[in-house]
């Protein structure tokens, strides 16, 4: 149970972080630029960043490489998980729980600690120092 929960926390721990940057840095920066959000001229987007500047670059970049990263790590978190819930013998509505906290920024964070403290004290024989 120690490694299973351990691949999981890991997993957890990178895909939350990706998530973060993704969402509050790359974004804002490649897509804070004054243009209308969705081909809607009503809803435009701020303008904190000129299309074609680095700001804007540097958002593209991490748009489009640490987007496609989290997609191929986030399925890795979801085999982990789920290898998780299964020897734990979770139930399925928990193990959809924690599998779908894990698209929310930071409350991925919550999730991980959540299924942590239950693994540790359901199997407490595992984990005693």
Same mark, same amino acid.
């Given at each position: $149970?120690?490694? +299973? *929960? =351990?691949r999981y926390r890991l997993m957890a721990y990178i895909v939350g972080v990706l998530l973060i940057v993704l969402c509050l840095v790359g974004v804002p920066l490649s897509n804070f630029d004054g243009q209308p959000l969705w081909g809607v001229d009503a809803i435009g987007t701020p303008n904190w960043f000129d299309e074609g500047s680095n700001a804007e670059k %540097?958002? &593209?970049f991490i748009t489009s490489w640490l987007g496609t990263l989290h997609?191929? *790590?986030y399925m890795i978190f979801l085999v $982990? %998980? =789920?290898?998780? &819930?299964?020897? +734990?013998?979770?139930s399925m509505g928990y193990t959809l729980g924690i599998l779908v +906290?894990?698209?929310?920024?930071?409350?991925s964070f919550? %999730?991980?600690?959540? +299924? &942590?403290t239950r693994i540790k004290n359901d199997f407490p024989d595992e984990f005693a120092a």
């Amino acid at each position: $149970m120690k490694k +299973a *929960l =351990f691949r999981y926390r890991l997993m957890a721990y990178i895909v939350g972080v990706l998530l973060i940057v993704l969402c509050l840095v790359g974004v804002p920066l490649s897509n804070f630029d004054g243009q209308p959000l969705w081909g809607v001229d009503a809803i435009g987007t701020p303008n904190w960043f000129d299309e074609g500047s680095n700001a804007e670059k %540097a958002g &593209s970049f991490i748009t489009s490489w640490l987007g496609t990263l989290h997609g191929w *790590l986030y399925m890795i978190f979801l085999v $982990m %998980a =789920f290898s998780l &819930s299964r020897k +734990a013998k979770w139930s399925m509505g928990y193990t959809l729980g924690i599998l779908v +906290a894990g698209t929310i920024p930071v409350v991925s964070f919550w %999730a991980e600690h959540k +299924a &942590s403290t239950r693994i540790k004290n359901d199997f407490p024989d595992e984990f005693a120092a």
